[in-house]
């Protein structure tokens, strides 16, 4: 059982930045696409942004491309999500979640097919 921790969540004024890792209990974390997700209050949750197991390819949702990036450092088996120019809108719970074989690129916008899920990170952007 793969386990995946987000962190770097916190509260930002609107026009801030936080950046979001992910971290895996798996040494061949660098190995599996990633995905970010969100969801927000009494919303589905929703496709953030995407990026293949060789970190050449990544995918964004329309709301946050140009203000967010995805990249992943194998050295330190993370994955990030920089967030800047932040949102009210942005406000949501964001997760990290991983298919369920490495090497395999996944469409990125769905969540069916991702196997494993973090617990998700809180992040808040205030007007």
């Known amino acids: 059982q793969v386990q995946l921790v987000e962190s770097g969540g916190g509260l930002v004024q609107a026009g801030g930045s936080l950046r979001l890792s992910c971290a895996a209990s798996?040494?061949?974390?660098?190995?599996?696409?990633t995905g970010w997700f969100r969801q927000a209050p009494g919303k589905e949750r929703e496709f953030v942004a995407g990026?293949?197991?060789?970190?050449?390819?990544?995918s964004y949702a329309d709301s946050v491309r140009g203000r967010f990036t995805m990249s992943r450092d194998k050295a330190k088996n993370t994955v990030y999500l920089q967030m800047d120019s932040l949102k009210p809108e942005d406000t949501a719970v964001y997760y990290c979640?991983?298919?369920?074989?490495?090497?395999?690129?996944?469409?990125?916008?769905?969540?069916?097919?991702?196997?494993?899920w973090g617990q998700g990170t809180q992040v808040t952007a205030s007007s």
């Open positions: 979640a991983i298919p369920s074989r490495s090497g395999y690129t996944p469409n990125f916008r769905r969540r069916d097919e991702y196997r494993y």
């Open positions: 990026i293949s197991w060789s970190g050449g390819t990544t």
């Open positions: 798996t040494r061949t974390f660098s190995s599996y696409a």
